[in-house]
């Protein structure tokens, strides 16, 4: 039996068959949900995004998927989406059995013979080109259709660079297309854990000194120290919660892939407390700007 598995549930939270195929964009490695063939599996374990339109675009893909009579299991926190997990799938022409537990909704559902409005869900999650970015971007990626205000304020403030760099947690390639703008970049290294990012920072960055890695920036070991920059806006939040870790890991990956006096620009919100993750890991640091309820930081190591 074929089994899709969207989403990483805490332990517990749901029975995952063994050989499950995990197809979430945010799991390097893993495979396309919009990939798999039309009514090719037999069972889906969907725990649901909080966005609308990447909500209904995954769980019209799952539909998409399933056999006509194949199992999907749709879950969330209540407080994120799961509460309307219900009245989605049932848009969709399904019968919904609902169940609570662990601060969690589960809509069960059988695939129906002819799912209602799945191909229009799926458009309407789909990457596209955005007229106001003038990139290509998708619902579900950091900040999708709108210049994140803390990547603006890097922008605005960092010089231009020069030498081998990276973009850590690159998004669609905004801010690494600020960096190619200067001539003195000769290559710059850009990784997303979001597979969607990634495809679309493929698009936007046709650069012959641009790499795109899909990748988990905690787990860039193998990377020798050589590089002249690194430019960055870490993330804080890892499935929804917020998780300062995630930040301080991104400012150690930073100053473990800079060669010695290399730097590294960063913007984080002024609440975030990582000064002691860049005495630690850098030479030196300044505060260059704090407005806004941003802090662009420049560190040397
Ligand atoms: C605040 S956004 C910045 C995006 C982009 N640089 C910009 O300025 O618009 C942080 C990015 O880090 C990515 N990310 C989150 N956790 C990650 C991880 N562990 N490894 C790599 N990228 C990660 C997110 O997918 C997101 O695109």
Known sequence: MSTLLYGLPVPGLVDIPAGATQVS????????????????????????????????????????????GGRLMA?????????????VLERFGCEVSEDARRHHRFCAVI??????????????????????????????????????PGSARLMELMPPMAGDGADLGCGVGLLALRVLASPRVSSLACVDIDRRAVDCARHNLGDPRVTVRWADVRRLDDEPARLDFVVMNPPFHDG??????????????ASRALRKGGVCWLVANRHLPYEAALSSSFESFDVRADAGGYKVIEARK
Do not use: Y
């Not at 002819?114 to 971007?137: C, F, M, Q, Y």
């Not at 929804?240 to 990956?253: H, P, S, Y």
């Open 111 to 148: 695939r129906p013979e002819s799912p209602v409005g799945i191909g229009e869900a799926i458009a309407a999650g789909a990457p596209r080109l955005s007229p106001d970015l003038g990139v290509w971007t998708q619902p579900g990626v950091f900040s999708w259709d709108r210049l994140d």
């Open 25 to 68: 964009p945010l799991v390097p490695g893993s495979s396309d949900l919009a990939a798999v063939p039309d009514a090719s599996a037999d069972a889906a374990l969907v725990l649901a995004p909080g966005g609308t339109l990447e909500r209904d675009h995954v769980l019209a893909q799952a539909l998409r998927a399933l056999k006509p």
């Open 240 to 253: 929804g919660t917020e998780d300062r870790d995630l930040g301080v890991a991104f400012i150690q990956a």
């Open 75 to 87: 879950f969330a926190p209540k407080d994120k989406g799961g509460s309307r997990l219900k009245k």
